[in-house]
Each structure stands twice: as structure tokens, then as C-alpha cells.
């Protein structure tokens, strides 16, 4: 709040008056609340407004929005600019507005707590977000303001990341990376900042589109892009993801001495095995099992799923840890990770390598017969692997081709895991989890960093086996921390929303499968549907469709049960070196159990919501940013095959034109409407599909098509297709029906 001042003696207050009462009042101050302060009613407010406007034009104080502050000075709320990181990581930011006859901008740093009262890290900050932050002044000369973040502006700010490029004749450009962006950017000589042309750069827009291009002026040289290996950059910067460690944070890494054995359970006996895929470099899970010996539980299996213990390096409230917490988890590209954890730990000291002794977390579970869990219980370990082993490696053991080192395996390790795996089977097909069939394609590149070819790694009870232990191990973390009332990071994912069912209905319809109204959906009613088109053309395009009905999963403090798995209650535990959830769960078992005071800390429970919301939003990050360098990768790759024909589907329908997914690649891209031929197409919302007005020319998703490459970019991963097949037949859509049936008329060529 503005601090009241005395009434002024004469009509208006003097201009020291007005500049010490906005220096020291406390909250925003404009006309309004200065008015109010010294009483200055009626006409006198004219000429308020006239003293505040040449005070502002002679430099003393400046304006921010409807406030006002002293010239130099920043008002309690302001929007910042946030342009990198310290030594500790902490973000740092300056301020959006700034007369630069003040000189040189304030730094601010932004305190990780988001202003009270406040969600502000519901979608965690970046380098190059412009935010609303309350700040305040402190004794430092270097930074010599805290902000606390209110929230996230909508958008980027003026910051846009593109490739720098000389165009003949035309000067100095920039070629922005986002898809969205339709033009490019004019780069006025002297503000080029020494970029050479190929390299990323980040550039700040001086002057909108108005007569000719935008201009901007280079601001940051981000590296040559020329080489593939460089492409997942792009990404990196476009999203702010956090790609190099702070100094102190390394320096703390790599300090860190070897776990004491005191008061942990031994398990180096027990003949503990990785399974991972084959290029995996670190690893944080191991499994065991074997037949129940309790004559109570015949035919039951007793399972052991050990996790690496990061939390005995990775202390609440060090460096380490607040770097891992904004980081949120580690991001995968397929020319590199960046690691949540430093690779002194994540590669080293929690890695479960072969014969070497580890710190663990032990989840000790017995099931019946049919599946069902009867027991379980935790423990602070020491284990020893017996054998780091691949999917394939282990699979083709289980099959009768061991090698070398699964030949004496086989009998003491692999056939009571996959016998237990059978047992847990059955309680898995009991539950009825939502089975989706959708292939997950993975990019194998050549020493350049190029793409050498695609494939759909095969689906093997090898990785099934793993995932359902993980699954049951996440189940037990849950029940127990919920028992016992620990506060956790719940791993929720709710039910579909009703309109989503409703969509997906009416697109049922459109393949012959009736949906009853009202229904209350289970996994078991989506799996009913998608055993129905198993073996059907359209089979793809309904796993897809029923994928986008759901819910997207989210980290929470409450618990609300997993909708997809059908569980009451999970939480992600068996993943700490590469999830910061993972090593939330893992403190609290410690806190539940006393199992040490590495535990979690009052920080760590008094900021558990905003930590569910920024690890929430850092998945969604990482997860565009992955997607988007696999189009990048793809775009360059198909960039030297111009006019080539390739087999795909239509993966998506809007009233702009058809996405096309290719079958080789996975690649997508687009065919605006106005290039299918001479008709208009209209959009049937309901169908999913454009139709052509006169002719009936239908294009629906998930049909099959030939398409031709017109354009690849790969700086923005862009992929624009010319239809080559024709639609399948359908009938003419009357212009008096568009309105009825919510239809949308695209443009014609």
C-alpha cells in the first residue's frame, strides 16, 4: 500500500514532495493513489497530471505501466526480462523497460519461491521469459534487487532464437526457428555482434513489421548449427532448459565421498540384475525374484526392486539439489542428454554398475498366485549387480540363445524373473490398465550426427517385465507414504474429460462403433474399442484418437489415483537419477521409515505444491523440446529428397489442411486445404476429415495416402506435402448445412 503524506500546504505538492513519497511508499503509486495522499481534488488533478509529465520528461522519474518511479529506481512490481543463470544456478533477470541515461540495468535475482499468495512456478521460468515479479531492494552491489516471481507473461518476450544468414543484395537476416514465425528478421549492420552466418543466435526485435521486415540486433552467439549434432540446441535454447551445470554445483558433485554402509541392509548376496536398452549409460533400477518358500502362498513369488539411494548425495537445500529442482528431470535427444544430476553421479556414484557395491532403496514385495500383492516393505541397502544386461540380451536368454554371460544366469536369475513376471501378469490383466498399441519410433544416427535409419524398436516381455515391476514398486511407494500420512508427489492421472468422451463418440460413429451415452468410461471400455479395430486399416487412427481423449498425467500432492494403469494410488519412485519427483518419494520413505536424516526437510515440505507444478511443467518442456528435435533431424534428413513420393496417413484434420505422418519415417508435415484441388473443403469437426462442397472428395483422418515432399526446413522442422492420391468418395455438403452441422469452409486454391 502507498503510505499516506500530509496534506499539502499549497494546491499541489513541490517536486521533492512527489519524488520522496514515491521512493518510500511501499506499494505501486500512481495518479490515483499520489491524488489521494495529499488531497488533491477537482481541478488541481489537471495539473497533478501536467507537474508528473514534466517531472517524467526531465528524467526524475520514469514511468512503468500506470506507476511511477524515481528515474534509476524500480517500483515494488515491475515486469522483468529473465536473461541467464548465476554460479548457483539462481535465475537472473533485468528489467523489461529501462532508460538507458540511468545507466546500466539493475540484475535482479530471482528468489526460487514464488511470491505468496501466488502459482507463479506452475510453469517454471526460463532464460528469456518476461515475467511480473514483486522485487525489493538489498545491500548488494551486484544484485542489488530480489524478485519474487508472480507469474509468467503469456508468450516469450521480444527474445527470438533464429539461424543467421547473409542474403545477397539484402544484408545481414535472421531466419527464426519457430514454425509459427512467417518472416524473417532484418539485421541492421552494427548490430550483427560479430554472428557469422549458420550460427544460432539470439536476437531482440527493435522495430515491428511494418514497411518491409522487422529488425532486430543480434544479442547472444549460440553456436554453428551447421552440424547435426548441433540441432538439438535449438530446442535446448528455444525452451531455456538448463544445459550447463554451475560452478559451484560441479564443485559439490564432485566432493562428494564414497556412502557408509552403517545401518543399511546387506543385500550384495542377493544376485540383483540390470536390464536396460543397450546404450543405456546409467542405471538406476535392479531386479530379483524367486518362488515363494511359504507354504501359505503356494505358486506366489517374492519380487526385489532396488533403486539407486540418490538421496544419500543429494542433500535438501544444496546445490546439487536446487539445480536438480530446476531442472525437474533429464531431457533426451538423440544425439544427447542433459542430465538432471552431474555425471559424477548419475554415471558414477548411483549408477548400479556390474560388482560394484551401491547405496539402494529396496522395495520387497510378495504376490499370490493370480498377481495379487499381499505384502511389502522397504530398505536402506548396499547391493552388488550381478550382471548388467539388454532387453535383447536378456530376451534372447529367455528364448533359448544365451550368450557367454547369460548362459549361467539363466537358471539361478532370468527364468525365476520372468516366471515371477507371468505371476504379475495375471494381476496386471486382472486390473484391465488402458493398452494402447502405439509404436514409438527411434532415430539411429551415424557418426556425423546424421540420421542412418528409423526404426520401431520391437516390444519384447523383456521391457514389459521391467515395466510392471517398476509399476508395483511405484504402487507400494504410494500405499506406504499414504499410510502413513508423509507428504509425497502423487503421480495422477485423471479420468477423460466428458467433452473429450463426447468427441471421441461422435468419431466412432464415423468407423461403425457406437459408444453408449452416459457411459462412465473405464480402461477396460478403451481397450474394448481398441481390440474391436485390432487388424483394421483404421486401427492406427483410433489408438490415436482414443490417446488424445485422455487426461495428461501430472505430479500432485493429492492423491487422485492413476486412470490409465488403474490404480488408487502411484508415485514415481524407481527413477531418481533423471526424475526430481522420484527423489521427493525417495525422502519421504526415508522420513516414514527413519531411515537417516537425509529425509525430507521443511523446506521440502512447505514448497511440495509448487514443486508438483514445476516438475509438472519441466516434463512438458522436455517433452516438446524432444519432439521438436526429431523434427528437426527428420526435416534435414529428407531435405536432399525434394519430389520424392512418400506412403503416410492423416494424422490430423483442421479447417487449414491435412497433417500428413509418413510410415517410414514417422515424419509429419502438412498440405494446407487451398492445394487439393479446385473444390472447397469444408472441415466436419465431427468426422474429422475435409470434404469437398460439390464433389464429396473426402479426406478423413487416419486414411491412407500418397503424398509428394514440396518443402523441407530443417532450422524450423517444417515439412510441406503435395497430395498425390485422390480422397475417397463421399457426397456433396449443401452450403445450407455448414452452419448446422458445425462445419468450417476451407480456403480453394
Known sequence: MARKAKPAQNDLPSAEQL????????????????????????????????????????????????????????????VLEVTGRDDDGELIAVPAEWDDAA????????????????????????????????????????????????????????????????????GARVVPVDKKARHDLQVQPGHENGAEPGELVS???MRGRGQGLATARVKERLGDISSQRNISLIAIEHHGIPSEFPARTLAEAAALKPFSHAKRTDLRDVPLVTIDPPDARDHDDAVWAEPDDDPKNEGGVKVIVAIADVATYVHPGSALDREARIRGNSVY???????????????????????????????????????????????????????????????????????????????PVLRPLWAAYKVLLKGRNKREPLELDLPERKLILDAHGLIERVVTPERLDAHKLIEE?????????????GERKVPLLYRVHGEPAEEKIRSLAEFLKTVGINLAKGQHMMPRHFNQILKEVEGKDYQHVVNEVVLRSQAQAVYDTENAGHF????????????????????????????????????????????????????????????????????RLIASHLSSQIGARFAGRIGGVVAAGLFITLNDTGADGFIPAGTLGSDYFVYDETRRALI???????FQLGDPVEVRLVEAAPVSGGLRFEMMSDGRKGKPVPRRSLRQRGMGRAKRR
Open 103 to 170: 545507466g546500466k540495468p539493475p540484475r535482479i535475482l530471482i528468489i526460487a519461491q514464488a511470491a505468496k499468495g501466488t502459482r507463479a512456478e506452475s510453469q517454471p521460468a526460463a532464460v528469456g521469459d518476461r515475467v511480473l515479479a514483486r522485487i525489493e531492494p538489498v545491500k548488494d552491489p551486484k544484485l542489488p534487487y530480489h524478485g519474487r516471481i508472480i507469474r509468467k507473461i503469456a508468450g516469450r518476450s521480444s527474445r527470438i532464437l533464429g539461424i543467421f544468414r547473409h542474403a545477397r543484395g539484402m
Open 333 to 411: 535427444f538423440p544425439d544427447r542428454v542433459v542430465p538432471m544430476l552431474p555425471e559424477r553421479i548419475s554415471n558414477d556414484l548411483c549408477s548400479l554398475r556390474e560388482g560394484e557395491e551401491r547405496p539402494c532403496l529396496a522395495c520387497f514385495m510378495t504376490f499370490d498366485r493370480t498377481g495379487a500383492k499381499r505384502k511389502h516393505h522397504f530398505a536402506r541397502a548396499v547391493m552388488r549387480s550381478v550382471a548388467k544386461l539388454s532387453y535383447q540380451q536378456a530376451q534372447a536368454a529367455i528364448d533359448g540363445r544365451p550368450d557367454d554371460k547369460t548362459e549361467a544366469l539363466l537358471a
Open 19 to 78: 519524488i520522496d513519497f514515491i521512493k518510500t511508499s511501499s506499494g505501486k503509486v500512481g495518479k490515483r493513489e499520489i491524488a489521494r495522499a495529499f488531497n488533491v481534488k477537482g481541478n488541481d488533478r489537471i495539473a497533478l497530471k501536467r507537474l508528473l509529465k514534466e517531472l517524467e520528461k526531465d528524467g526524475k522519474l520514469k514511468r512503468a505501466g500506470r506507476a511511477m518511479a524515481k528515474a534509476g529506481e524500480l517500483p515494488p512490481v515491475t
Open 469 to 481: 515391476f517398476m509399476i508395483q514398486a511405484n504402487v507400494a511407494a504410494a500405499e506406504t507414504l
Open 692 to 698: 469437398g462442397e460439390r464433389s464429396g472428395e473426402t
Open 564 to 631: 490409465g494403469l488403474h490404480l488408487r494410488h502411484y508415485a514415481h519412485f524407481t527413477s531418481p537419477i533423471r526424475r526430481y519427483a522420484d527423489l521427493i518419494v525417495h525422502r519421504a520413505l526415508i522420513t516414514a521409515f527413519g531411515f537417516g536424516d537425509d529425509g525430507l526437510s521443511p523446506e521440502d515440505t512447505a514448497q511440495l505444491n509448487d514443486t508438483a507444478e514445476l516438475v509438472s511443467g519441466a516434463e512438458r518442456r522436455a517433452m516438446a523440446a524432444e519432439r521438436e528435435t526429431v523434427d
Open 203 to 205: 536476437v531482440e526485435v
